[in-house]
């Protein structure tokens, strides 16, 4: 049996026994790294991906999360962590916070369209999403200068101010 296959089995169990409206929490040991699955108000998220095997587990496990969110800056893409993030549905409730996120987030949400914010080095990036269908989305949220490469291709970047205050 593949090892990577019994490992996404285990997390996405795990994720979804914590029940969708319930907080819950699992931490699997990976090497020396903790792959952590948790639930927060309403939403099950992966958060992590730091070191090559925290890499690879959360790419296998990508099409379980209807949300998947990249952090990086620079022109070359280099990943972010530690990033204060904020999800609000249509209706501007926060439904989601973290203080540390990244370099990769994956959160799963039902259907709807939700803002997306998050803070590096004093900038805001703000982003629309609409989750709809089976198929989920991918949001690349990059700090740069002007001329650093898009990585997102089909959503653009809007910089502004937040109204939630980050601890």
């Avoid at 991918?138 to 601890?167: C, M, V």
Wanted: proline letters at 4%; a negative charge; aromatic letters at 8%.
């Amino acid at each position: 049996m593949n090892p990577r296959c019994v490992l996404r089995d285990v997390l996405v169990s795990v994720a979804l026994a914590a029940g969708w409206p319930m907080t819950g929490h699992a931490q699997l040991l990976l090497g020396q790294q903790e792959a952590i699955i948790q639930t927060v108000t309403t939403s099950t998220y992966l958060n992590g991906g730091i070191g090559a095997d925290e890499e690879a587990t959360m790419r296998n496990l990508a099409n379980e999360f209807p949300l998947r969110i990249m952090f990086s800056e620079g022109k070359d893409g280099e990943f972010l962590a530690d990033i204060p993030i904020v999800i609000s549905d249509s209706n501007g409730n926060s439904i989601f916070g973290l203080v540390r996120a990244g370099p990769m987030l994956y959160v799963m949400l039902p259907q709807g369209r939700y803002k997306v914010s998050a803070r590096f080095n004093g900038v805001t990036r703000t982003q629309q999403v609409t989750l709809e269908g089976s198929e989920g989305k991918d949001l690349y949220l990059h700090w740069g200068h002007a001329n650093a490469p898009r990585l997102d291709g089909s959503e653009r970047l809007i910089q502004s101010s937040l109204n939630t205050k980050f601890q």
